[in-house]
T-cell receptor
Framework: DAEITQSPRHKITETGRQVTLACHQTWNHNNMFWYRQDLGHGLRLIHYSYGVHDTNKGEVSDGYSVSRSNTEDLPLTLESAASSQTSVYFC????????????FGPGTRLTVT | AQSVSQHNHHVILSEAASLELGCNYSYGGTVNLFWYVQYPGQHLQLLLKYFSGDPLVKGIKGFEAEFIKSKFSFNLRKPSVQWSDTAEYFC??????????FGKGTRLSVIA
């Protein structure tokens, strides 16, 4: 069955370190998304991609970057981790035609100390 | 820009009670609407979706939602909740091939 996997599932890092969260999907979807989930804020869009070599900023993109070198993967990099980036991160993918429902990965819980 | 408002932050119901969770969105064009559920410690799963056609949409586990265009609403309903429905519920709106915009979620607690 097609799926989205994320790794690591849990990560503890120190302030100032660079961190990369992996996202891999086998749906063969062109669209991929990164969200962060925080209490009281729901899901907020960080970055998204409509295909290889395409990336776009979302609502809360400061301090994060992505790159898309193939269809299956969209890694999320925190350039210099900050305590405000402690959160649960979800990757999602969708088709480029309706109804555009998004399929989510299991999430990565990141703690920045 | 699109936005989604979920008015109930936390709802507590007894088993067998009826459920209605409110969702309103702001966008004047054609929309696609979704309800997702997140069980404790898990990822988001699709409950149901509206893309076109019949505004009354039926989803999994006995959930349904009604799209009322004039009210910009897409409320989620279930006639009789079970303890296993305890979860967080998210409404989301999209338009064409754009990222979904999510509401802040409603936590549902079902007690025996």
């Amino acid at each position: 069955d097609a799926e989205i996997t994320q790794s690591p599932r849990h990560k503890i890092t120190e302030t100032g370190r660079q961190v990369t969260l992996a996202c891999h999907q086998t749906w063969n979807h062109n669209n991929m998304f990164w969200y962060r989930q925080d209490l009281g804020h729901g899901l907020r869009l960080i970055h998204y991609s409509y295909g290889v070599h395409d990336t776009n900023k979302g609502e809360v993109s400061d301090g994060y970057s992505v790159s898309r070198s193939n269809t299956e993967d969209l890694p999320l990099t925190l350039e210099s981790a900050a305590s405000s980036q402690t959160s649960v991160y979800f990757c999602a993918s969708s088709e480029t035609r309706g109804p555009y429902e998004q399929y989510f990965g299991p999430g990565t819980r990141l703690t920045v100390t | 820009a699109q936005s989604v408002s979920q008015h109930n932050h936390h709802v507590i119901l007894s088993e067998a009670a009826s459920l209605e969770l409110g969702c309103n969105y702001s966008y004047g064009g054609t929309v696609n609407l979704f309800w997702y559920v997140q069980y404790p410690g898990q990822h988001l799963q699709l409950l149901l979706k509206y893309f076109s056609g019949d505004p009354l949409v039926k989803g999994i586990k006995g959930f349904e939602a009604e799209f009322i265009k004039s009210k910009f609403s897409f409320n989620l309903r279930k006639p009789s909740v079970q303890w296993s429905d305890t979860a967080e519920y998210f409404c989301a709106v999209g338009s064409g091939n754009t990222p979904l915009v999510f509401g802040k979620g409603t936590r549902l607690s079902v007690i025996a």
